[in-house]
Nanobody
Framework: QVQLVESGGGLVQAGGSLRLSCAAS????????MGWFRQAPGKEREFVAA???????RYADSVAGRFTISRDNAKNTVYLQMNSLKTEDTALYYC???????????????????WGQGTQVTVSS
């Protein structure tokens, strides 16, 4: 059974930084694309960033240049370094894993079948 546990959220002023972590259980973590998503109050869940098993990266336009996704396969952990945070980055952030190893960076949200409980990020002005 795969379990994902996020941590690292909190309250930060605009312009500040946070680093989110997602610890994953389950076998062959390195074979799967991992993603970060977020959902703000009253809005739909949206894609933030993804990293393939080989370390290829993909970002939403809204975070490109400010956020960095990375992974440590030895620790079964994926990270999201968030810099230059804006008030519009306020959301509940989720990490997720794709359902099968063949899903790459362009996997749609529906291809992610394991989700964490989320960690809240609040950016104040």
């Amino acid at each position: 059974q795969v379990q994902l546990v996020e941590s690292g959220g909190g309250l930060v002023q605009a312009g500040g930084s946070l680093r989110l972590s997602c610890a994953a259980s389950g076998p062959t973590f390195s074979n799967y694309t991992m993603g970060w998503f977020r959902q703000a109050p009253g809005k739909e869940r949206e894609f933030v960033a993804a990293i393939s098993g080989l370390g290829r990266l993909r970002y939403a336009d809204s975070v490109a240049g400010r956020f960095t996704i990375s992974r440590d396969n030895a620790k079964n952990t994926v990270y999201l370094q968030m810099n230059s945070l804006k008030t519009e980055d306020t959301a509940l952030y989720y990490c997720a894993r794709v359902s099968a190893p063949w899903w790459g960076l362009l996997a749609p949200m529906g291809a992610y079948d394991y989700w964490g409980q989320g960690t809240q990020v609040t950016v104040s002005s």
